[in-house]
């Protein structure tokens, strides 16, 4: 398996953070758009920028999703994050400016 890789990614509002977060999964994840091919159970280091503020969020974790370039219908190409045990904090972040949204049948990059 390859290693670990770095990907940075800025979430510029809420509606795309709803698109991306991937609640469903224990510790929370991310959907990542990318033109770049990893694969399942590679590990990922992400600074993520959530909506509305600066600070550049350091998460771990593993890929559990792909879709790859040229990924068929309206898909986005990338992959989805499951969180480290450690990254608590930041899916509490997520969840809290998601709040009230994240039982809606809205779009989503993965499902």
Same mark, same amino acid.
């Given at each position: 398996m390859a290693g670990k890789k770095a990907l940075?990614?800025?979430?510029k509002d809420?509606?795309?953070?709803?698109s991306a977060y991937m609640p469903m999964l224990e510790r929370g994840g991310l959907f990542v758009p990318t033109q770049e091919r990893y694969a399942l159970g590679?590990?990922?280091?992400?600074?993520?920028t959530l909506p509305e503020e600066n600070e550049r969020l350091p998460i771990t974790g593993q890929v559990v999703w792909v879709s790859p370039p040229g990924v068929a219908g309206r898909r986005v190409p990338g992959i %989805?994050?499951?969180?480290s045990p450690d990254d608590q904090a930041v899916r509490d972040r997520i969840e809290s400016l998601l709040a %009230?949204?994240?039982n809606?049948?809205?779009?989503?990059?993965?499902l």
């Open positions: 940075s990614l800025t979430i809420t509606q795309t953070l709803l590679q590990e990922i280091f992400l600074l993520l %989805g994050i499951h969180f %009230g949204q994240l809606r049948d809205a779009p989503t990059y993965t």
